[in-house]
T-cell receptor, first 111, second 113 residues
């Protein structure tokens, strides 16, 4: 069966520091991969999606970037965090248009 | 792009009563409407969905309705229980936009015993 792993689960970082969140999927090949962000008390906003290795599409302009170095690995990064980057980040995957499976999430607090 | 409006933002109900959450959307090409439940600090979980060629779908105590002409859809929870307390999100999807769900802002449902 397919599983998705996301880490770290919790992160507290100072403003201006770098960020790396990692997500891996097991049990499937060539999935579509997604990074969503949820600000406090809000819905989820799609940040990036990827249909294959090295193929990244950004949905909103922001301080973050994403990379897909391997088929089942998706990384969210920042060189310098802003206070507004705080939130709950969710990786997700799908192999069919109508399904989306979320990881456990990473809670980022920028101080 | 799509705009999904969700109401109410908070909903308090007594155990055993019904809860109704309503959403509207703007993109007439949206053709799939899943609902997610998110417990505190957890990931969203799909609880029920409806496709554009269906007007109503029911699964035990949960039902969804869709009015594609009016571009609105609703979630109905009957005989609410404390474990129904969570944030519920309506979402829309165009199946040509693979996996790119558009989320409503969420409804915090609190069921009091």
């Amino acid at each position: 069966s397919q599983t998705i792993h996301q880490w770290p689960a919790t992160l507290v970082q100072p403003v201006g520091s770098p960020l790396s969140l990692e997500c891996t999927v097991e049990g499937t090949s060539n999935p579509n991969l997604y990074w969503y962000r949820q600000a406090a008390g809000r819905g989820l906003q799609l940040l990036f999606y990827s249909v294959g290795i090295g193929q990244i599409s950004s949905e909103v302009p922001q301080n973050l970037s994403a990379s897909r170095p391997q088929d089942r690995q998706f990384i969210l990064s920042s060189k310098k965090l802003l206070l507004s980057d705080s939130g709950f980040y969710l990786c997700a995957w799908s192999v069919r248009p109508e399904e989306l499976f979320f990881g456990e999430g990473s809670r980022l607090t920028v101080l | 792009g799509e705009n999904v409006e969700q109401h109410p933002s908070t909903l308090s109900v007594q155990e055993g009563d019904s809860a109704v959450i309503k959403c509207t959307y703007s993109d007439s090409a949206s053709n799939y409407f899943p609902w997610y439940k998110q417990e505190l600090g957890k990931r969203p979980q799909l609880i029920i969905d409806i496709r554009s060629n269906v007007g109503e779908k029911k699964d035990q105590r949960i039902a969804v309705t869709l009015n594609k002409t009016a571009k609105h859809f609703s979630l109905h929870i009957t005989e609410t229980q404390p474990e129904d307390s969570a944030v519920y999100f309506c979402t829309t999807l165009r199946t040509d936009s693979w996996g790119k769900l558009q989320f409503g802002a969420g409804t915090q449902v609190v069921v009091t015993p």
